[in-house]
């Protein structure tokens, strides 16, 4: 069983248009996509809080939205759990009566049953506090307690780590991934960060600008992109214009130099490629093809790791004991463009 979605609804800039379906036996369903792209929307539009002008969403055979045949459930029967970027909690109300909030069951059984729930998630203790005297990872504890206590089909995450300074946020994940694995529905991340679409989903749906542009299981869409939007939201930082030149070869304006590939054929409707900043190397003195010189720029230094930019705009990741323990923090004369690491992209 699974959630299919295919609709459309006019927004002021764009139109959004998404057809996806998910399995719950894949994983979790990632969608990643730039601030304004859609990506918010669909989750609303699912859980009914939007109502999109065409389409069919349907949930584990039942049907919540239908265009056509005039369907359209009310949001607290469709078996949705929505996680929203700010938790959503009723700031008058103590996390328990949050979550009591959210049972079906007898009144005398609530409290009861909202302490489990509380205590699932690890924080029963606070279970008298209200929301505002709760830190960020406590209230979205809180609000996954109260969505849980819901029983839904379908868990949506919308941005859920937006808020959280970085070391809370990793803390969290590990948490999430973990409690994730006893929830037996469908799950949803929305995010605009690469990181975590890697380390919690198995598949991911790429969004620009209302649409889906890549679909695929995360670890090849890393390594194909296949558009330059997507390779842009993935992390990419040399995307560049090429001239094809034959099925092997082709020119690189920004380089001035000819790149030849060897163990496929170069796309004849390919415009751009893609070369992550991590996979370059200094070249070796035997070598001769696919080399260019390496005139810095600007350097970069973060705290594991270099970033050299250089006058060609290439940008080149090396992790800081490389740098300093190898290199010797020189940069050297010359760089190889490996042919294994360039991805071919079109231009959406």
């Not at 002021?12 to 969608?31: E, N, Q």
Request: hydrophobic content about 40%.
């Amino acid at each position: 069983m699974s959630l299919k979605v295919e609709i459309k609804k006019k927004l002021r800039d764009m139109t959004l248009s998404v057809a996806f379906d998910t399995d719950r036996d894949s994983g979790i369903t990632g969608i990643l996509g730039a601030s304004g792209c859609g990506k918010s929307m669909t989750l609303k539009c699912i859980a009914g809080i939007f109502t999109p002008d065409e389409g069919r969403i349907e949930l584990n055979g039942r049907v919540l939205f239908d265009s056509e045949k005039g369907i359209n459930v009310k949001i607290q029967d469709r078996g949705v759990g929505y996680l929203f970027q700010n938790y959503a909690l009723f700031p008058h109300m103590t996390i328990r009566e949050n979550v009591e909030m959210a049972l079906s069951c007898p009144k005398r059984e609530r409290r009861q049953a909202a302490m489990r729930y509380l205590d699932m998630y690890h924080i029963g203790e606070l279970a008298d506090r209200y929301p505002s005297r709760l830190s960020g990872g406590q209230q979205q504890r809180a609000a996954l307690a109260r969505i849980m206590a819901s029983k839904p089909e379908v868990l949506m995450l919308d941005e859920p780590f937006s808020a959280l300074d970085y070391y809370l946020k990793e803390k969290l994940q590990l948490e999430q991934l973990e409690e994730l694995k006893n929830y037996d529905g469908d799950v949803l991340l929305v995010t605009h960060s690469r990181d975590e679409i890697y380390r919690f989903c198995s598949t991911i749906h790429v969004i620009n600008e209302g649409e889906i542009v890549v679909s695929g299981a995360v670890k090849e869409v890393f390594k194909e992109p296949e558009t330059v939007s997507a390779a842009k939201l993935t992390g990419c930082k040399n995307i560049l214009d090429i001239k094809y030149v034959d099925d092997h070869t082709f020119y690189v304006p920004n380089w001035d130099m000819q790149v030849i590939i060897r163990d496929r054929n170069v796309p004849k409707a390919a415009p751009f490629i893609g070369i992550r900043a991590h996979y370059f190397t200094a070249a070796h003195e035997s070598e001769k093809e696919n080399v260019m010189e390496c005139r810095l720029k600007q350097i970069l230094d973060d705290p594991f790791e270099v970033t050299l930019i250089l006058e060609n705009d290439l940008w080149w990741k090396i992790p800081k004991a490389r740098w300093k323990d190898e290199m010797k923090e020189r940069v050297p004369e010359r760089l190889v463009v490996p042919e294994e690491s360039i991805f071919f992209l079109k231009d959406r």
